[in-house]
Structures are given as structure tokens and as C-alpha cells.
């Protein structure tokens, strides 16, 4: 039989195409993540020592109290903060991280590249790739921090760290100390501390910090691996029915073989070892393409970001076993069922001529236990919306999603041919014959169709269920965020109140739309026996804001932050009175504590008895709907040194960012299934191209040009994956539905289901256009054979 | 012995010097030697020979199947080596018509959808007049009542006479029949070739027929014999 074995793998290698791609993908996938981890791995732990040199030894996220302990016995915090940078003619950044260096040789860590260490309060060291990108240089002055607590600094030298503890600046620690939210990571210590204190030795303390640095990395390699288990579900998908249409056209060879006196267990066995050796060598070009890829990734992104941390690509042997194991299981695993049923063939088959293939559609069980199986899945989804606790919620959602598309599935060989005649009927009466026979040949083998269906179906499912779901999620955060951070870009005067120049400069800046002074004074409210300075702004009318800002008389809204200076529970201090004081005048307002953007707001008419001579303490600027929130932040934030600057447009780009980077970082991972599915109609399609050679030919005699021929499988191809993606897309826009009405309930009390309509109609167009490409291989094949060659095929 | 006396207008078909070869060097295959041959319009014209013979190929070259390696055809005084691939399976649409032996109807496709195919590939619309003439062949060739059902659901006979019907439909200047009785018994045989002489007789059809049985020739008025690549013989 190894004769056979060997022929078959030979014969029939091109056929396999479609497993072989689906199973590369996969395991490809598998290995880059490998790649991804290793090299992120390698580039945080590179130099993780570096700052210990001189530590006996550390304790992680220190308190207060313990900083100070271990600090007074000569040790060293690694502090950071974020904190507003400023060069004497721009703003660097509003939210740049500022680390600490000190002025002791022993705990000066970083490596100087260029100039020398501080050696007083008042100089600073900059990162030399930030300095570089900034045009930052030696000698030159920073402003960090705003209002009071800011700092000027001069760059005396520049310096290299290694990525898990460098920062683009950093100032002494003295002046870092100024800052309310300075955060101290580790407190390095100079002799033997208190174990209570949480206190390791520095190879205990690097080799916990490793441990927890893994585990995070992990985390997301994990995270990334579901995405590989479901490219490898859909290649079982794809690989069974490579396996069942292949079978199909050779069965008479297996008859054959069978009549010449090779025992059922025999067939059964070469063709385990076909799947087996195809399952093999797939998955081993699986590691060399995930190895290419995961290798050409990292220098790429070594090339495009030099500064991001990723170090050397190395591969661990659990992965790289994990990924082949895998590969072949799942190879084997799929070629299970298909090669299950040559068991029924008698040798007999192969003296018969050969009467076509299993075309029957599913049973009467399959349509009643399909219909269950949904029935039953739609109904938990229902369950689970009205569950109260919204996690135990999300998993009954997960499982009854699970339960209905497995219902689908098993209901798809009645579904998806009636649904394809359905459409085909309907491109008929434009398409004409072409798109008719087409919806007939999709019909002929319903569970093949189905089964080709099903694999693109897993793919739209989850793409459009994550777009929904995505939408809902990010139209209710963009919502927040915009009640949150109304106003695009402001100045907020901290102290002293801003000059009358700064509106017309505003408004001149190119990017502004508008921009409004607003009134304020310079307000104080007594605290613990003493007078708290607070500046406060009347909110003007108009639209300058996103929406109506104004304040109701006797009520001053207020930030947490801001209220912390004279409450005790800024978070709980909604309803209190305080006493609002300028000179001799005063007001008494109520707290609405809430996030806010800037100073605290009063109502014009309590400004009005605070002071008769409002003054401008804030510019608040609408920008143009294109405009770049940061270049705008660089150049208002130069025309008032002294204010703060808040980017809520920025804010709120920058979530939108994130939001929108994470869907489509899941949406990039899904498309890898996709693509799979994609290459398993394109092979379904071949085959099916191989299979009907004579009537291909009989067609052609009778009249098909080779126009209508091209069109007819197109039609095919398009109609079949426009199904799979209009099928997959309800299912997702319900599966979202239902995680999203948990969510409504619970999580995001403001969130209102939202459909991506735009989205959803891309994917659709999408599926089908791929459709149209995945035919282009097997219709040039087609056409390919002229009519005579085409009749004398067996 | 060639046929080149006849005026070519009473000709459904003609064939001048035909030569065909397939492979190159040692493996080179001529199946067609230089064949003159003309097909009498509204005859029932019989190609016979041994398999291996030419019999086939020049078929596939007379209906427009397969392209000569030298020589000319013609059919219905259209000489087809003009024709681009598009422009002859339009005309192969039009005027050519045929039944095989085997795998003669689309699986997927009802008798009647089977009859009507050449009609719809033409982007013709479907008339009452087509469907009645569709109707009166298929009551002709008495399979009126079988019109719904799939090939499968059909015998071997009534299968073999919904190919003839779906040949007939579209009036086309020659039929050509390719085995047509190879699958089917000695009675079986009897009826469809019955039936393709009276569509000769009753409706004035061209019909070629190629065939390896003498006993089916046996219905044609002319017996072409056809052995290596040449014409050996015509018969009356």
C-alpha cells in the first residue's frame, strides 16, 4: 500500500492546497505570537538590572511612608510622573512620563551618552532618541509641570536606559517631590530591609519582577492564541471537506483497490497516513512561515520604531511542539470523519460507473435536532439578557451563542442551498442563465455547500458580532467621554488671570473654529482655618462647548481633584455648602462634584456678586472638525506659558484611538480565519471545477460561451459566500445584541444597542467581492479545457 | 471516393483536406489523414467505424468542437475557421445540435429545464410558442409527462430522448449524435434511433450520427466508413 500511499500524495498534492493553507495559517499564527512574546520579552528584560547595581535590595510599589524610610537610609526611588513638558517655544507633550535621576554616582543608572549627570536641583537629563525626536539639545530649559508646582530645568546631558525604566526626561527628585501624583514603582534600598515592608534581596526582587513581567506578557499571548484556535477550527472546517470532495472523486480508485483484494483496513490506513503526511509537512512549512514571519515583524518594527522594546526573536519548544502538535491533531482530527466513509464501500463501486457522489441533503433527525439545537440556544441568549449579575450574564450569553451556531451549522444543508436559490433567483433576473445554473449547482450537494458556507460563517460571525458589539461599546464611551470633556481645547489661567491677548491669538491659531473668553476671578474658600485659593469661571453661553455648560445659579461644579483641597470626601461631597470669597464679597454655592475639565464653574450670577470686575481666567476653543489635537495643544499651549492647557479633543481622540485600534487589532486576527475560509471555497470551487469537466464541456457544446462559463461559477463563488456573510452577519448583530443588552443593563447603564450599518454592509460587499477573487483560479481552469477534451474526460 | 461533385448548397456540412494531430515527435497521433466529406442536407448520415478509427474527432471537428490542424469545415455554408472561440460557440448555439452517449443532461437541472438549457444560454425569453414547441417534441418523443423530474429519476432510454429533445428545440441545421445507443439495450436502441430517423423524416432534420455498431447504422440513409484517419467507403 505504500506505492498507493506515495502515487496518491503525488497525484492529488495541488488538490490538498486549501488544507495546506489553512493549516500553515494557523500554526504560522501560533509561531509568530511565539516570535511577538519572545522578542517583547527580551527587549523589557534587557538591562532589567541595570538600575540595581548598587541596591542590596527593593520593594515594590512602596507606600509613603516606606519610600521615605528606605530613602533616609540612602536609597533610591525609581519614581515617575506625568507631567506637561514644555521647550521655550512649544508644548513637547501634555502627558509626558518624567522619571527621576539623582545626583549620587551610585544611583545614577542610566547610561550617558552625552554631557554630564545633574549634580543640583534645577538640571535634568533627557533620553537621547527623545532628544533627537523633540530637537531637544544640551543647555536648553524646560518647563515641567503646570501652574505652581512646575519646574524649570536645563538639560545637562543625555542618556540611554533600558526600556522597562527609561523615560523621555528626567529631573531631580527634589523638584519631582512638588508633583501630586509622582508615583514611586520600587524603592531601591542601600542596606538590609524589613521583610514586613515587603523587602526582597535584588536577585529575589529582579527575578519576582521577571516572574510578574512573563505573566503579563503571557497574558496577551494568550489572548492572541484564541485567535489561533479559532483560524484552526475553521481549517477542520476547510480540511473535512477538502477531505470528503476528494474522497468523493476517487472513490471508484478506492473500489478498485478494494476489488483487487486490499482490505477495508487497509484503504483505511493509507489513506490515514495521506491525512497524517499532508498534516506533517503542512504543519512544518506552518513553523518555517511562522518563523520567517514572526522574525521579519520584529526587525520591521525594530526599523520603523527604534524605540520600541522589543529585543531578539528567540523560539521556546513548548510553542514551536505546541503549534506542530496541533496542526497535525488537527488535520487528523478532520480528516476523521471523511475518511470514516470508505468503511460502507463495497468493491463492487468501482464496476459500476460511477453514479456521482453523496448528495443527499440532511435527514429529518439532522433538520429537527438543528432547529432544537437553535430553539434552544436563542432561548439561553434570552435567559441571559435578563440575568441580574452581568458576568454569569456574559457567560450564559457566550454558551447560548455557542449552542446556536452549532445549531445553525447542523441546520446548514437545508439552510444555506434554499437561501442561495433564494438569492440566485433574484440575480437571475439580472444575471440570467449563468446566475440560475449557478444557484442549481449550489444546490446539488447541500452539505457540501454547507460545509463551504460554514467555514467563511465562523469568520463573518465573529466579525460582525465584534463590530457590532465595538459600536455599542464605543458610542456609549465616546458619549461619556463628550460629557466629560465638552470643550475642545482650553487654557486655564491657575493663578493669575490671562491677558487680554490671548483670545485674538487663540482665534488666529490655524485649526481654531472659534474660541470664547471666560469670566472668572480668583475665588478663596476656607479650609481647616485657612484660605484655599480657587479659581473659578463662569461658563459662557453658545456653542463653543458640545453642550449647554451653563451652571444653575448657587451651585458650583467641580473636579474631584479641585475639591480635595478643602473637603475631606471630594468624591462624597455632592449637596455640601462651602463659601466662595473674593476681597469682601462672598458667595455661598452648593458642590456638584463631577469629572470636569479645568477650574470650578459658577453661574454668571454668582460671579456677578463675587465681583463686579470679572476678568478672563480661561479661553475655551472649538477646533476645526480636521484639525490636529496636538499640533493645536503645541501651539495654544505656547501663547500662555503660565495656564494649563486641557485637550478634552485630544482626550477624546485619544480613546477613540485606543477603542478603535483594539477593534481592529481583533478584526486583523479574525481576518487570518477568513482568509482560510476564503482559500476553502476557492478549493471547494476547484474541485467542483474538476468534477463537472464533462458538463462544463456538454454545456460549452451546447451553446455556453466561455464569458457565461467564467460568470456562471463566479456566480456561484458569490452567491455562496454573499449567504455565508448575510447568515453570519444576523447571527453576529444577534449575538452582539445580547452581549450588549448585559452590558445596557449593568456595566454601561448609558449604552444603547447601535448597529455599524456602514461596517456591516462592507463586510457583506467584502465577503462577496472575495468570493469573486477566490473563483478566478478555478474559472481560468475551467475555461481553460475545450469542449472536445471536455467530453472525452471520465 | 469523395463527394466533392455535389453542390455545395445542398450541403449541411462540408469538409475539405481535413487533417488533425495531436502530440509532437515520437508521441504524434494522426487521427485525421486528410478527410474530404460532404454532409447531404435533411439526410441521415451515418459515421462509422472501429474505436481509434477518427470517427470521433472528425465529428468534434464538423460540429465545431474542436479546431482542425489543417484543412477547412463548413457547416451550414458558414466556414468555421474564421471564427474566434466566442463567435463559434454562438454559432455552435445557433445552427449545431447534439446528443451524446453518456452524461448527456445537467444533473441538477429538471427534463424540462434540460430541453429548454439552449434556449436560455441564448438569452433567449421563454414564449409560449418556444414552450409549446418544446411541449410537441417532448410529446413527439414521448417523454411529455416526464418533463419534471430530474435525470436521475429517468431510464437510460428517456434520458437518451430528452437529449434528443434538447437537440430538436432549437431547430439547428445538423444534429449530431455521438454513440447514442452505446449505454442503452437492443430495444432501448431501437426507439431513440427510431426516433432520430423520424425527426429526419417528419421534421426534415440533418442528423450525423457516429456510431461503432453496424446495426445502428443501419437506420441511416448514408453510411460514411471511416478507418485510420481516412474515408474508406460511403454508402447509400
Known amino acids: ?794 | 471516393m469523395t463527394q466533392t461533385s455535389v453542390p455545395t448548397t445542398t450541403a449541411a456540412a462540408r469538409a475539405v483536406r481535413l487533417t488533425k494531430t495531436y502530440g509532437k515527435g515520437a508521441t504524434e497521433v494522426h487521427a485525421l489523414r486528410g478527410v474530404d466529406l460532404e454532409i447531404r442536407r435533411g439526410a441521415f448520415t451515418a459515421i462509422m467505424g472501429p474505436s481509434g478509427s477518427g470517427k470521433s474527432t472528425l465529428m468534434h471537428c464538423l460540429a465545431g468542437l474542436d479546431r482542425p490542424t489543417s484543412g477547412e469545415v463548413s457547416v451550414a455554408g458558414q466556414p468555421l475557421e474564421n471564427f474566434n472561440d466566442d463567435q463559434l460557440t454562438i454559432f455552435r448555439r445557433e445552427n449545431v445540435g447534439f446528443v451524446f452517449q453518456a452524461f448527456n443532461l445537467l444533473p441538477m437541472l429538471t427534463a424540462g429545464q434540460n430541453i429548454q438549457l439552449p434556449l436560455e444560454l441564448a438569452g433567449k425569453r421563454v414564449t409560449d410558442e418556444t414552450r409549446a414547441r418544446a411541449q410537441m417534441i417532448a410529446d413527439t418523443l414521448g417523454i411529455g409527462q416526464r418533463l419534471g423530474h430530474k435525470p436521475s429519476e429517468l431510464s437510460g432510454g428517456q434520458q437518451q430522448r430528452v437529449a434528443i429533445a434538447r437537440a430538436l428545440v432549437t431547430q439547428p441545421a445538423i444534429l449530431f449524435a455521438d454513440e447514442p445507443t452505446g449505454n442503452l439495450d437492443s430495444e432501448t436502441s431501437a426507439e431513440v434511433l427510431d426516433h432520430l430517423r423520424r425527426s429526419v423524416r417528419e421534421l426534415g432534420q440533418t442528423v450525423v450520427m457516429v456510431t461503432h455498431e453496424a446495426s445502428a447504422a443501419a437506420y441511416a440513409d448514408e453510411i460514411v466508413t471511416v478507418k485510420d484517419g481516412r474515408i474508406e467507403g460511403v454508402t447509400r
Not at chain 1, 56 to 73: I, L, M, N, R, W
Not at chain 1, 200 to 218: C, F, G, I, S
Not at chain 1, 522 to 529: D, P, T, W
Not at chain 1, 696 to 716: I, V, Y
Open chain 1, 1 to 794: 500500500m505504500r506505492t498507493v500511499l506515495f502515487a496518491s500524495l503525488r497525484t492529488y498534492a495541488r488538490r490538498y492546497a486549501a488544507a495546506v493553507v489553512a493549516v500553515i495559517a494557523a500554526v504560522a499564527l501560533i509561531v509568530v505570537t511565539n516570535a511577538l512574546t519572545t522578542a517583547t520579552k527580551a527587549g523589557l528584560f534587557a538591562g532589567i538590572d541595570a538600575p540595581f547595581q548598587n541596591a542590596v535590595g527593593a520593594v515594590d510599589f512602596p507606600s509613603e511612608e516606606v519610600t521615605e524610610k528606605y530613602t533616609e537610609q540612602g536609597g533610591w526611588p525609581i519614581a515617575a510622573s506625568m507631567q506637561s513638558v514644555r521647550s521655550e517655544t512649544k508644548l513637547l507633550g501634555q502627558e509626558i512620563m518624567v522619571g527621576a535621576v539623582s545626583t549620587e554616582k551610585r544611583w545614577q543608572w542610566q547610561d550617558l551618552e552625552e554631557g554630564r549627570f545633574p549634580t543640583a536641583a534645577g538640571e535634568s537629563v533627557v533620553d537621547a532618541n527623545a532628544a533627537k525626536t523633540n530637537e531637544v539639545g544640551i543647555g536648553d530649559t524646560l518647563k515641567v509641570g503646570t501652574g505652581e508646582s512646575a519646574v524649570e530645568t536645563t538639560v545637562v546631558g543625555l542618556v540611554d536606559a533600558p526600556a522597562m525604566w527609561s523615560s523621555p526626561i528626567y529631573v531631580t527628585l527634589p523638584e519631582m517631590q512638588g508633583w501630586e501624583d509622582q508615583y514611586v514603582q520600587t524603592v531601591m534600598t542601600a542596606t538590609t530591609g524589613d521583610e514586613a515592608d515587603g523587602w526582597l534581596n535584588t536577585d529575589d526582587y529582579l527575578t519576582e519582577l521577571q516572574t510578574q513581567l512573563n505573566k503579563e506578557v503571557n497574558v496577551v499571548a494568550y489572548m492572541v492564541l484564541i485567535f489561533a484556535f479559532i483560524a484552526l477550527f475553521v481549517s477542520v472546517l476547510v480540511i473535512t471537506n477538502t477531505f470528503s470532495i476528494l474522497f468523493a472523486q476517487r472513490m471508484r480508485d478506492f473500489a478498485l483497490l478494494r476489488a483487487m483484494g486490499a482490505t477495508k483496513r487497509q484503504v483505511l490506513r493509507s489513506v490515514r497516513r495521506e491525512a497524517l503526511a499532508l498534516g506533517l509537512l503542512a504543519s512544518l512549512m506552518g513553523l518555517a512561515v511562522g518563523a520567517l514571519l514572526g522574525w521579519g515583524i520584529v526587525a520591521l518594527v525594530r526599523q520603523l520604531a527604534e524605540t520600541a522594546p522589543l529585543g531578539a526573536v528567540s523560539f521556546e519548544w513548548p510553542w514551536l511542539v505546541g503549534a506542530f502538535v496541533l496542526g497535525v491533531l488537527t488535520t487528523l482530527v478532520a480528516s476523521w470523519l471523511p475518511t470514516r466513509r470508505l468503511m460502507r464501500l463495497s468493491p463492487l463501486a468501482a464496476l459500476r460507473p460511477q453514479e456521482g457522489f453523496d448528495v443527499r441533503g440532511a435527514g429529518m433527525f439532522r433538520i429537527g435536532l438543528g432547529v432544537a439545537v437553535i430553539l434552544a440556544g436563542v432561548a439561553t441568549i434570552f435567559v441571559a439578557v435578563g440575568w441580574d449579575d452581568a458576568q454569569i450574564g456574559m457567560l450564559i450569553v457566550l454558551l447560548g451563542c455557542a449552542v446556536t451556531f452549532l445549531g445553525v451549522m447542523l441546520l446548514g444543508p437545508v439552510l444555506v442551498p434554499g437561501l442561495v436559490r433564494l438569492a440566485g433567483s433574484a440575480l437571475a433576473t439580472v444575471a440570467g442563465s449563468p446566475a440560475k445554473l449557478a444557484a442549481a449547482n449550489a444546490g446539488r450537494n447541500p452539505k457540501r455547500t454547507a460545509a463551504t458556507a460554514a467555514s467563511l460563517l465562523v469568520g463573518v460571525t465573529l466579525t460582525t458580532g465584534v463590530l457590532t458589539g465595538m459600536n455599542t461599546i464605543r458610542s456609549a464611551t465616546l458619549d461619556e467621554m463628550a460629557a466629560q470633556h465638552p470643550i475642545d481645547l482650553a487654557l486655564q489661567a491657575e493663578s493669575k488671570p490671562l491677558e487680554d491677548s490671548v483670545l485674538d491669538d487663540a482665534k488666529s491659531v490655524p485649526g481654531v473654529d472659534d474660541a470664547v473668553a471666560v469670566p472668572g476671578a480668583m475665588a478663596s474658600v476656607e479650609a481647616g482655618g485657612k484660605p484655599v485659593p480657587v479659581p473659578v469661571v463662569a461658563p459662557p453661553g453658545g456653542d463653543i462647548a458640545l453642550r449647554d455648560l451653563s451652571v444653575k445659579p448657587g451651585t458650583m461644579v467641580i473636579s474631584p481633584v479641585a475639591a480635595s483641597a478643602f473637603v475631606e470626601d471630594s468624591f462624597e461631597a455632592s449637596g455640601e455648602k462651602v463659601t466662595l470669597v473674593v476681597g469682601d464679597r462672598s458667595a455661598t454655592v452648593t458642590l456638584d462634584v463631577r469629572e470636569i475639565d479645568g477650574a470650578p464653574q459658577i453661574s454668571a450670577a454668582t460671579l456677578r456678586t463675587l465681583t463686579e470686575d470679572p476678568q478672563t481666567y480661561a479661553v475655551w476653543v472649538r477646533a476645526e472638525a480636521g484639525a490636529d489635537p496636538e499640533d493645536l495643544a503645541g501651539t495654544l499651549g505656547a501663547l500662555a506659558p503660565d495656564a494649563e492647557l486641557i485637550n478634552g479633543k485630544g482626550q477624546r481622540a485619544w480613546v477613540e484611538l485606543q477603542l478603535d485600534v483594539f477593534t481592529w487589532a481583533v478584526i486583523g486576527l479574525l481576518a487570518i480565519s477568513v482568509l482560510i475560509a476564503l482559500a476553502g471555497i476557492a478549493n471547494t470551487l476547484g474541485l467542483s471545477v474538476l468534477e463537472r469537466g464533462r458538463e462544463h464541456a456538454l454545456l460549452r457544446a451546447l451553446g455556453l460561451t466561455k464569458r457565461q462559463l467564467r460568470r456562471t461559477l463566479a456566480a456561484e463563488a458569490v452567491l455562496l459566500s454573499a449567504v455565508a456573510a448575510l447568515v453570519g452577519t444576523a447571527l453576529g448583530v444577534f449575538f452582539a445584541w445580547g452581549g450588549s443588552e448585559i452590558l445596557v443593563g449593568d456595566i454601561m447603564p448609558d449604552a444603547t444597542f447601535k448597529l455599524p450599518v456602514l461596517q456591516l454592509v462592507g463586510v457583506v460587499v467584502a465577503a462577496g467581492l472575495a468570493g469573486l477573487v477566490s473563483c478566478v483560479a478555478p474559472s481560468k481552469r475551467a475555461t481553460k479545457v475545450s469542449p472536445a477534451e471536455g467530453l472525452a474526460l471520465d
